[in-house]
């Protein structure tokens, strides 16, 4: 097999919220996740929040010094927009400012280069109390608080995000109403997607009109749904369900269009795109790379009434399951959506895998953190990358989900998803066994 180039670039990834705490410090603004843990109505484990969590916001040298242990040559992480802007718009936040800058100077001091997304969903509630994603003016507020960034930190940032999985923070949190904003509304939930797709392609747009010299894509989820049996039905279900989740932002960037299964099925409930002249030129607005969290596939059959979309998940045979997610481990689907997404973007978008790795609770030996099935996931999981590139499929890197433990939003502190354990009473790092494989296998590769 083709070895891996020289620069590919192999990261670690954190969110703002998973990881500073600092949560109303240094005049940051709230923001809908600290609004949700706080309120009773919070579906989080024990109801813990992340004012702390793993205190990353005072940590950061510490943390800085564990990437590099680590032999990371990128770190992905991502700006808090509330402490940048803590109303949204308008005031800046020096204070905020400061401290990106000591983040983004401290990693290129150490060899790592800065990945930062804009957006993981942690929305200012000054902008939320307003509408939020469902509101058109979104793509305005957006562009501000990504022109504030830009206009700070771009000239030291070579990679920049636009949006974390826009499936999420739509969808689970305007539809299903699963996460914040935790509303359950059909029409809140197409809005909420097409601002934040038209958001993202208005940020490329200006980041090109800026001149900046960094790259610029987005970090989609996807999870595909794949029919459980050959059955017509379980077929136009796993469609359904690919369309009106993760497919619906791909098929938006790759064919301009969004998917026709989704749009009936809002039609279907009495609403319609609000589309405006040249919104789909934006959504197509070229990027530099195609950023991809990969984790798992899932299959789905046909059961009318089930859910919104008349289907279930079943689980499959033959399938490992990570059982502290009850994910069934599928590295040959990356495989396939690899392929797929080189055939749809002709192979001339190099393609990042911007999140993969596993959670698994972790027993500890000895002192050591003997993470065997994490280890054995991110190994195989590569090994897959490795194969695609081999067969000429453009990758230009690899980033782990995720370099420290953190608060894993519902989930809370109960599951873990790093290469470095952590304590959270304590704050003590300690190196896994998948920590120090990953570090191993970067040094032999780069
Ligand atoms: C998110 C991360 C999260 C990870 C593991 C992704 O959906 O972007 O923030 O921690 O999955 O659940």
């Known amino acids: 097999m083709e070895k891996f180039p020289k620069d590919f670039i192999w990261g670690v990834g954190s969110a703002s919220y998973q990881v500073e705490g600092a949560w109303n410090e240094d005049g940051k603004g709230e923001n809908i996740w600290d609004r949700y843990c706080h309120s009773p109505e919070s579906k989080v484990f024990e109801h813990q929040n992340a004012d702390v969590t793993i205190d990353e916001y005072h940590r950061f040298e510490e943390d800085m010094d564990w990437l590099k242990e680590l032999r990371c040559n990128a770190y992905r992480f991502s700006i808090s927009w509330a402490r940048i802007l803590p109303a949204g718009t308008g005031a800046v936040n020096p204070k905020g400012i400061a401290y990106y800058n000591k983040l983004i100077d401290g990693l290129l001091a150490r060899g790592i280069q800065p990945m930062v997304t804009l957006y993981h969903w942690d929305l200012p509630v000054a902008l939320q109390d307003k509408g939020g994603w469902a509101n058109r003016e979104i793509v305005d507020w957006f ?20 949006l974390n999985e826009p499936t999420v923070f739509t969808f689970s949190g305007h539809l299903l109403g699963a996460v914040p904003p935790c509303i359950q509304s059909f029409e809140q939930g197409l809005y909420s997607a097409h601002h934040a797709m038209v958001a993202h392609g208005t940020v490329v747009r200006l980041f090109r009109k800026m001149g900046l010299k960094g790259k610029i894509g987005f970090a989609f989820d996807i999870v595909p749904k794949l029919p459980y049996t050959d059955a017509e039905e379980d077929k136009k279900a796993a469609r359904l369900a690919n369309a009106t989740t993760q497919y619906f932002f791909y098929e938006g960037v790759t064919k301009g269009k969004y998917p026709k299964e989704a749009i009936d099925f809002y039609e279907s409930k009495g609403v319609k795109l609000p589309l405006q002249d040249g919104d789909m030129e934006l959504v197509t607005e070229k990027c530099d790379f195609f950023g991809l969290n990969y984790y798992l596939t899932q299959a789905v059959r046909y059961k009318k009434g089930c859910g919104l979309f008349d289907c279930e998940y079943v689980f499959r045979e033959n399938f490992p399951v990570a059982n502290a997610v009850e994910w069934e481990i599928d590295p040959e689907g ?89 304590d959270f009473e304590t704050q003590k790092r300690t190196m896994k066994k998948s920590g120090k494989w990953y570090r191993e296998f970067i040094s032999k590769n780069s």
């Open 143 to 162: 562009a501000e608080y990504a022109r504030v960034c830009f206009e700070n930190f771009g000239d030291r940032v070579p990679y920049w995000i636009t």
């Open 334 to 422: 990356l495989y396939d959506v690899l392929k797929d997404v080189q055939k749809a973007t002709n192979n001339e978008v190099p393609i990042i895998i911007t999140e993969n790795g596993i959670c698994q609770d972790d027993y500890c030996e000895n002192g050591e953190y003997n993470d065997d099935e994490r280890l054995g996931y991110i190994r195989a999981h590569i090994d897959v990358i490795q194969k695609a590139y081999s067969e000429g499929v453009k990758m230009a890197g690899y980033v782990c989900w995720c370099g420290f433990d953190n608060f894993e939003w519902n989930n809370g502190t109960n599951k873990r998803f790093g290469l470095i354990h952590v």
